[in-house]
């Protein structure tokens, strides 16, 4: 399977599973069970290592360490989660040919990353996003035939879509319903799959189980922070493609 050849909306696991373990190999293994593919963060360390975490620090020990203030030694030694906080290399290696998606916080990671995924030749079935306009560019520019797409992360990220050329996809958070409103989400993710943009949908603070169903028919991607109960019982017949008129008829 490849990004591009299922007819159902894939599912990606947020961080392999939202929660304590998210962004580690258990949490990939998990839910790889469930789901088509794993999504998660990339920076670096201080030691130019290409880790997979979401924040650019973290607290430990009553203290808040910074991730480029640290080796990965240092880093495993001190995270509250120790050497579960895997290297991107780690991921290739125990999940090759996955489905990924690649969400890059850093414009100095975009050079080791792209490389890094070429050398596993996992380009082919990679999608990259930020939500850093910089960083999609820089990702454009130095791998061209790489699959990239904006995250949006607020109102003033909409404007931003049609200035970015060359990106396939847009990644949009349910929680744009809270500052759109719901039939303007619709109008959005309907046009930009007119526009030929793959729309990926993921969650910060919404509620998955009341909004996925109303949008699962105008997405390509689910980025599922839970893909078991994602795969157990909103894949059921007839919601994927029927949407708001299936919702509340079983």
């Known amino acids: 399977m490849t990004l591009m ?10 961080r392999g599973f939202r929660g304590r373990l998210e962004n580690t190999l258990p949490a990939f293994r998990r839910a790889l069970r469930y789901a088509d593919g794993i999504e998660f963060d990339v920076r670096l360390t201080g030691d130019g290592k290409l880790i997979v975490h ?11 360490y910074r991730l ?49 995924l070429e050398r596993h030749k996992a380009t ?26 904006l995250s949006i992360v607020g109102y003033s990220s909409i404007p931003r879509i049609p200035l970015l050329r060359g990106m396939t996809s847009v990644h949009v958070p349910i929680d744009a319903v809270s500052y759109i409103g719901y039939q303007p989400l619709v109008v959005l993710l309907r046009t930009l799959r007119r526009r030929g943009l793959r729309v990926y949908i993921w969650n910060y603070r919404m509620d998955e189980r009341v909004w996925i169903p109303r949008l699962l028919h105008l997405v390509d991607v689910v980025i599922s922070d839970n893909p078991a109960r994602l795969r157990k019982s909103f894949y059921a017949e007839g919601v994927v493609s029927r949407g708001d008129s299936y919702v509340g008829t079983r």
Do not use: W, Y
């Not at 050849?5 to 947020?14: A, R, T, V």
């Not at 290297?87 to 290696?93: D, G, H, I, K, S």
């Not at 082919?124 to 797409?149: D, H, K, M, Q």
């Open 5 to 14: 050849d299922s007819e159902k909306p894939l599912i990606l696991g947020h």
């Open 54 to 64: 979401h924040d650019d620090s973290f607290q430990a020990n009553g203290s808040r």
């Open 68 to 116: 480029r203030a640290l080796t990965l030694r240092e880093l495993r030694k001190l995270h509250p989660l120790g050497k579960l906080v895997p290297t991107v290399e780690e991921v290739l290696r125990s999940f090759p040919e996955v489905l990924l998606n690649v969400d890059v916080k850093e414009i100095d990671a975009v050079d080791g990353i792209t490389k890094l």
């Open 124 to 149: 082919e079935n990679t999608v990259f996003s930020s939500e850093n306009p910089a960083i999609v560019r820089a990702i454009l520019t130095e791998c061209p035939e790489c699959r990239v797409g």
